[in-house]
């Protein structure tokens, strides 16, 4: 052993001269220093068994492999995992480590048919070597987390008692440790002992040595892709194809995209991030196997998230769809800085751009489903009238719509700014749709309107509609958007609806209220007051009928109504009859003609605008 010891210490000296030297003279006057320090560097030793000058070199060379190979061969054969005794697997490093060694030491003579027919032994020995820490390293990688309690990785203070004692005393031996979906992502996951990655990490610095790097990275991405690729599944999260997405019903979507949201959240905030943590470990000092090896790890589960998103973008925009594509879209948007972190070095920057690509097509697709509101309200037919006047469905729709929409106002001024409109001097590009829809569903309502052959009703329908809408505006993000002006503008426009609708049913009855005094003589005035009253009571009657079954749906807006008509109403009235009771003998027998005492008018007034309850739906 001794002797063994001693041909490796002049092998050595021979090297450091060798390489030191940069002619054989340097060489040489290196050796003779050496020399003088230890007899067993004396000139003559370190002058022997040069490989190349003799069949003694081929002799050390052989004599070191025959010894290699003995202690290797008995790592290789046995059944035991070498990694079970930390003394096993530091002398089957060490024998590795000394082989790859010899091989480096004497491949400058590789040339030479000896010294190349043992280097091509060396190189068998060193793959059957790599073969074997091949299999010790996946069976770190796949078993390594057994000893390691998932609680301290996983688990919340705040689980079950019950389950952290199920789980130690090994009552669920399959499981495996993903993570759970959690609000406070502020969290790393350790999915393996600090030994064992020290393990897999002096096999690695192995195995990348002997040119085997591919092997170990595959070996690493495909032990750790199943891990999140089950810690996915754990989260709710299915592999759905784009088709897939797009053939589920709407309410069983909208679970899947809540699902997603989780998935997403944990995926890039707390598990690609210990993924990328548990590669740099692994393959430290090694960046660019440990980044070719992250991306591998990560790919498929970034994949299926993404074509989820993109499924999502590219699907139906249905109206109703825009809320949860909100929330893709956000969710997108809000880990956008975990892509750009996470997914930092040139083998991800697929997966990078990938995301951000996804992430504006779905800003694109909230656009759209913008445009299609825009439809939805142009192809609304304006065949059956609302009874009574009341609320359209439409418009009930549109506003309710855009205030729930209205509650993403930064997501959707920022959706709008992304696009290729030009905003005015005063305006945001969000300001500017929601004028339009505003503007599109008013014109919509005036072409309705007409559908009613009172033109009375017609301003009661205007006047209700235009009401809804102002409230709806007033009361909320909406009306920030549109501005004070816009609110007082329609409410100009609610007032004028209210003074037409007067104009176009009682201004011809308060015509006839109106007494001309010098047109008729005495004679005359009684008969015509007597018809004119006639015609007053006929009239009133009839619209006091036809009002009365029509629907003001706001209390204010009703009572406001009904005041204006008998302010309008009453002093009109209540003149009137009190001429007619003063003419003579006509007066005397006034009440035979006078139907409604003011009182009975202000009564009758009062009931208008209760509406039937069909109307009032």
Known sequence: MAENGEEKLLAVARHIAKTLGHNESMADDILQIFSTFDGRFSREKLSEDQPGEDGSGVAVLERALNSLDAQISRFIA????????????????????ELVNITREWSHASSEKPISVCLSRADDMIQQAMFRIEEEFRSL??????????????????????????????EDDTQIPVAQPLTDYDLIIDALSSATINDLHEMTKRMLAAGFGKSCSHVYSGSRREFLEESMSRLG??????EDVHKMQWQ??????????????????????????????????????????????????TIQLLNFADAIAIGSRSPERLFKVLDVFETMRDLMPEFESVFSDQF?????????????????????????????????????????????????YVMNYLRAACRSRQTLEQVFEESNGVPSKDSTLLTVQMSWIMELLESNLEVKSKVYKDPALSYVFLMNNGRYIVQKVRDGELGVLLGEDWIRKHNAKVKQYHMS????????????????????????????????????????????????????????????LRISLARLLLPAYGSFIGKFQNLGDIGKNADRYIKYG???????VNELFKGTTTARK
């Open 78 to 97: 046995t059944d035991q995992p070498i990694w079970s005794d930390p003394a096993d697997s530091a002398a089957f490093l060490d024998a590795i480590d």
């Open 141 to 170: 990688m796949d078993h390594g987390a057994e000893s390691f309690p998932v609680s301290h990785r996983f688990d919340s203070e705040e689980e079950d008692d019950d389950e952290e004692e199920d789980y130690q005393n090994g």
């Open 237 to 242: 999260l299915q592999k759905l194809s784009i």
């Open 252 to 301: 069983e979507l909208e679970d899947e995209i809540d699902r997603w949201i989780k998935a997403a959240n944990v995926a890039l905030r707390i598990l690609f991030p210990s993924e990328r943590r548990l590669c740099d470990r692994v393959f430290f000092g090694f960046s660019s196997a440990a980044d070719l090896s992250f991306m591998e790890v990560c790919r498929g589960s």
């Open 348 to 396: 991800c920057l697929v997966l990078r751009n990938e995301a951000v690509t996804i992430w504006k097509r779905l800003g694109e697709a909230i656009r759209g489903i913008f445009m299609e509101l825009e439809n939805l309200i142009r192809r609304d037919p304006a065949k059956a009238a609302v009874p009574g006047g009341g609320l359209h469905p439409i418009t009930r």
């Open 501 to 560: 609708y007067q104009r176009s049913s009682w201004n011809k009855m308060l015509g006839l209220l109106k007494v001309d005094n010098a047109a008729v003589g005495m004679s005359g005035l009684g008969k015509t007051m007597k018809e004119k009253l006639k015609e007053f009571n006929m009239q009133f009657d009839e619209v006091c009928k036809a009002h009365s079954t029509w629907v003001v749906f706001d209390e204010q807006l009703r009572e406001e």
């Open 598 to 604: 003011v009182e009975d008018i202000e009564a009758r």
